[in-house]
C-alpha cells in the first residue's frame, strides 16, 4: 500500500460521509458497483443486482438510522490494501453520531472496492 492509495480510499470514505449526511439511498448508491454483496452478522447477506436495488437497501439503511437518532457518521481506522492495479481491500470503522456528536453506534467493515472510470466503486461489503 502506498499513501497515494491511502489518500485515494480516504477522499472515496470522506465522500461517503458527504453523501450519508443527506440521508438519501439513491445518493449513497452511486458510490456502488452493480452487483453488490454486503455480508452481514450470522452469516447473513444481501445480494443486490441493479442500482434500483442498492438505493433501496440503503434508504431503508439511512430510514432507519435517522429513525434511532442518528444525525451523520464518521470513519476512522482506514487501513488499505492494494489488490493488483485495478481493486483494494479497505477496512474502517464507522460511528453513527447523534445531533450533540456523540456514539450512538460503532462498527467495522471492509469493503472491495473497483477503479472505474467513475472512480472508486463498492462491489462488496463485509461487516465484522
Not at 19 to 43: E, K
Not at 52 to 68: C, N, S
Not at 75 to 84: A, I, S
Amino acid at each position: 500500500m502506498t499513501d497515494v492509495h491511502h489518500a485515494e480510499a480516504a477522499a472515496f470514505f470522506d465522500d461517503f460521509v458527504a453523501a450519508f449526511a443527506h440521508f438519501d439511498g439513491p445518493l449513497i448508491a452511486r458510490r456502488y458497483h452493480v452487483p453488490y454483496l454486503a455480508m452481514h452478522a450470522a452469516d447473513l447477506h444481501d445480494l443486490l443486482t441493479s442500482t434500483e436495488a442498492v438505493g433501496a437497501y440503503f434508504q431503508r439503511i439511512v430510514d432507519r438510522y435517522r429513525g434511532g437518532g442518528c444525525t451523520a457518521c464518521r470513519h476512522r481506522e482506514l487501513q488499505v490494501v492494494t489488490m493488483g492495479g485495478e481493486a483494494l481491500l479497505a477496512t474502517v470503522s464507522w460511528d453513527l453520531l447523534d445531533a450533540s456528536g456523540g456514539v450512538l453506534s460503532t462498527w467495522r467493515e471492509s469493503y472491495n472496492l473497483l477503479r472505474t472510470p467513475q472512480g472508486l466503486r463498492i462491489f462488496a461489503s463485509t461487516d465484522h
